[in-house]
C-alpha cells in the first residue's frame, strides 16, 4: 500500500498528459479523460481512508526517495489523519468540479488540463514531508489557479487572477526564508529539510541577529511562517485578494479555491508552524484568536451587504475560516479537532453554495439579488425551482450551522475548547453566527420568496447531471451532521498528538 500515494499524486499528472494527447476538437473525449482520472484518484482515496490506522499519530504510507542528495532534499511523502481528512476532501471536490464544468466549451483542453494540474499541486502540498517539496508543490499550485481564473474568469478576470498571485507569492517569500532560515539553524544536516525532525520545540533557546539586534528565532520565524500561511487562508487584514478571485473565477474553480485552497493555510499552520514553532505559538494565541475574532465578525458584516450573491458566499468564507482561526488558537482537543472538523465540513457546504450559484447563473447570466439599477435579480425561485430550492435551503443552513447537519458540530466543538482560554472572544464570536443567520436567511428571502421575477420565467430546475454531482455534498452536510464519528475517529490521534505538544510550552 505504501505505493498509493504515488499513484494518487501522479494519477491526475497522467490525466492531465492524456488530455493534452487529445485532439482539440474532441472535446467529449477531453472531458472523460478528465472525470475518469478524478473518479479513480477519488476511489484510491476511499481505499486509503479504509486502510489508514486510526490508532496512531504517526505517519502513514510513507515514501522516501533521495531526490537532491548533495542538499539531503528527498522526495518525502506520507499522511496523518488530518491530511486524510483534506486528501478525501480534495478527490471529492474536484470529481464534483470536472462534472460540474461538463458545461464549459472555452478552450476545453487547457482547461481540463489546468484542473487536472492544479488537482496534483494540491494533493503534493498535502503530503510532502520535506520542505523543500512542499514550497515547491506550493508555488507550482498558483501556475494553474492564475490562469483559470485569468482565462475562463469574468469582466475583471486578469485583476483578480493577478491579485491572488501577487499576494500569495507575497506570503510564500517569507515562508522561504523561514525554510532557508531552518535548514542554516540545523546546521545544513540530514534532516534539514525533513519537516518531522524539527517539530517538538527545538529552537525555542536559539536566537537570530538580524539589523544588528538579537531576536528569538522560534519567534521571528513563526510570525514568517505565520504570514505565509494567514494569507492563504485568508485571515484579516490579508483577505482582500479572497472576494476579487471567487467573483471572477468559474464555478468549479471557485468551488476549489474555497473548498480546498483556503485549507491549505490552516493545514500550514497544524503540519508547520505549531509543531515546529510550538512556544512562539502558544505565546501568540492571544492574537490569533483576535485575528480569527475580527475575520468572523467583518465577514460576515461584509456579506450582509452584498448584492452580489457569489459575493455573499465568498465573504462568508472570510467569516467561517476565521471560526477555524478561533478553534486554532484555542490549542485544546475540543478546538483543534472543531477547527480540523470545519475544514473539512466548510469545503463541502460552501462547495455546495458555489457549485448552486453556477447553476443559477448558467440559466440567469448574472448574480444579483438586486440589481446596480435597484431593479430586483431574483424574485420567487422557489415556485419555478423545487428541487433546486431544496438542495440551496440543505447548503444554506449546512453554512449556517444548524443542529443536525454538518457546520454545527464543528462550530460547537470549536466554542467548546475555546471557551475557557478566550471567554470574551467566544461570547463576542456568537455574535458572528447571528450575524451569519441574518445574512443568508435575508439572502434566501429575497430570492426564493416574493413576487416572481418575470425574467426567470424560462429558467428550468435542476437536470439529473445537476443532481448526481450535488448528491455526494448534500449526503455529506446530512450524515456527518448527524453522525461525526468517521471524521473524528480519522484525525483524533493525529490532533491528540499536537495538542499534547503544545502543552508543554
Known amino acids: 500500500m505504501n505505493g498509493i500515494l504515488n499513484w494518487i499524486l501522479w494519477l491526475p499528472i497522467i490525466g492531465m498528459v492524456g488530455v493534452i494527447l487529445t485532439p482539440k476538437a474532441k472535446e467529449n473525449v477531453i472531458r472523460l479523460v478528465t472525470l475518469v482520472t478524478t473518479s479513480i484518484t477519488l476511489l484510491l482515496s476511499v481505499l486509503l481512508y479504509l486502510k489508514f490506522d486510526t490508532s496512531t499519530p504517526d505517519m502513514q504510507f510513507v515514501v522516501k526517495v533521495p531526490w537532491i542528495a548533495q542538499f539531503h532534499i528527498n522526495y518525502f511523502l506520507g499522511i496523518d489523519g488530518i491530511?486524510?481528512?483534506?486528501?478525501?476532501?480534495?478527490?471529492?471536490?474536484?470529481?464534483?468540479?470536472?462534472?460540474?464544468?461538463?458545461?464549459?466549451?472555452?478552450?476545453?483542453?487547457?482547461?481540463?488540463?489546468?484542473?487536472?494540474?492544479?488537482?496534483?499541486?494540491?494533493?503534493?502540498?498535502?503530503?510532502?514531508?520535506d520542505f523543500f517539496l512542499f514550497y515547491v508543490y506550493w508555488e507550482v499550485m498558483l501556475l494553474p489557479m492564475f490562469f483559470l481564473i485569468g482565462i475562463w474568469g469574468g469582466e475583471n478576470r486578469e485583476y483578480a487572477a493577478i491579485k491572488f498571485f501577487l499576494y500569495t507569492f507575497f506570503g510564500s517569500i517569507f515562508m522561504l526564508v523561514g525554510i532557508i532560515a531552518l535548514y542554516y539553524a540545523t546546521g545544513k544536516g540530514p534532516d534539514s529539510f525533513n519537516i518531522l525532525a524539527h517539530q517538538g520545540g527545538k529552537f525555542v533557546n536559539e536566537t537570530v541577529s538580524i539589523f544588528g539586534h538579537t531576536f528569538s528565532f522560534e519567534h521571528i520565524f513563526f510570525w514568517f511562517m505565520f504570514l505565509g500561511f494567514a494569507i492563504k487562508v485568508p485571515v484579516f487584514p490579508f483577505h482582500t485578494w479572497l472576494p476579487h478571485a471567487h467573483v471572477q473565477a468559474p464555478t468549479a474553480v471557485s468551488v476549489i479555491l474555497a473548498g480546498v485552497l483556503l485549507k491549505m493555510g490552516t493545514y500550514g499552520f497544524l503540519r508547520i508552524a505549531f509543531p515546529i514553532f510550538p512556544k512562539a505559538a502558544v505565546d501568540s494565541?492571544?492574537?490569533?484568536?483576535?485575528?480569527?475574532?475580527?475575520?468572523?465578525?467583518?465577514?460576515?458584516?461584509?456579506?450582509?451587504?452584498?448584492?452580489?450573491v457569489k459575493k455573499l458566499v465568498a465573504y462568508s468564507s472570510v467569516s467561517h475560516m476565521g471560526f477555524v482561526m478561533l478553534g486554532l488558537s484555542a490549542?485544546?482537543?475540543?478546538?483543534?479537532?472543531?477547527?480540523?472538523?470545519?475544514?473539512?465540513?466548510?469545503?463541502?457546504?460552501?462547495?455546495?453554495?458555489?457549485?448552486?450559484?453556477?447553476?443559477?447563473?448558467?440559466?440567469?447570466?448574472?448574480?444579483?439579488?438586486?440589481k446596480?439599477?435597484?431593479?430586483?435579480?431574483?424574485?420567487?425561485?422557489?415556485?419555478?425551482?423545487?428541487?433546486?430550492?431544496?438542495?440551496?435551503?440543505?447548503?444554506?443552513?449546512?453554512?449556517?450551522?444548524?443542529?443536525?447537519?454538518?457546520?454545527?458540530?464543528?462550530?460547537?466543538?470549536?466554542?467548546?475548547?475555546?471557551?475557557?482560554?478566550?471567554?470574551t472572544i467566544t461570547v463576542i464570536a456568537v455574535v458572528g453566527l447571528l450575524i451569519g443567520a441574518a445574512y443568508l436567511l435575508w439572502m434566501f428571502k429575497r430570492m426564493f420568496f416574493g413576487e416572481v421575477n418575470p425574467e426567470t420565467e424560462d429558467y428550468e430546475d435542476m437536470n439529473a447531471r445537476e443532481v448526481f454531482y450535488m448528491l455526494p455534498l448534500c449526503?455529506?452536510?446530512?450524515?456527518?451532521?448527524?453522525?461525526?464519528s468517521p471524521l473524528l475517529n480519522v484525525m483524533k490521534a493525529s490532533v491528540g498528538h499536537l495538542v499534547e505538544l503544545m502543552a508543554k510550552f
Open 331 to 370: 490549542m485544546t482537543t475540543q478546538g483543534v479537532n472543531g477547527a480540523v472538523l470545519q475544514m473539512f465540513n466548510h469545503g463541502t457546504s460552501t462547495a455546495m453554495m458555489f457549485l448552486l450559484i453556477g447553476i443559477l447563473y448558467e440559466r440567469s447570466h448574472h448574480r444579483w439579488i438586486v
Open 475 to 484: 449526503i455529506c452536510v446530512i450524515v456527518f451532521g448527524i453522525f461525526p
Open 285 to 308: 494565541s492571544t492574537i490569533i484568536a483576535i485575528l480569527g475574532l475580527i475575520s468572523v465578525i467583518y465577514g460576515a458584516f461584509c456579506a450582509m451587504a452584498q448584492d452580489d
Open 372 to 423: 446596480p439599477d435597484g431593479s430586483k435579480g431574483y424574485g420567487g425561485l422557489s415556485t419555478k425551482l423545487p428541487k433546486y430550492t431544496t438542495v440551496f435551503i440543505i447548503g444554506m443552513f449546512a453554512s449556517l450551522g444548524l443542529p443536525g447537519l454538518s457546520g454545527f458540530i464543528s462550530e460547537a466543538l470549536i466554542f467548546l475548547g475555546i471557551y475557557q482560554k478566550f471567554t
Open 83 to 129: 491530511t486524510m481528512l483534506m486528501t478525501f476532501l480534495n478527490a471529492l471536490l474536484f470529481f464534483i468540479c470536472t462534472l460540474s464544468s461538463w458545461t464549459i466549451h472555452k478552450n476545453v483542453k487547457a482547461y481540463f488540463a489546468l484542473l487536472l494540474m492544479l488537482q496534483s499541486t494540491v494533493f503534493g502540498v498535502f503530503f510532502s514531508l
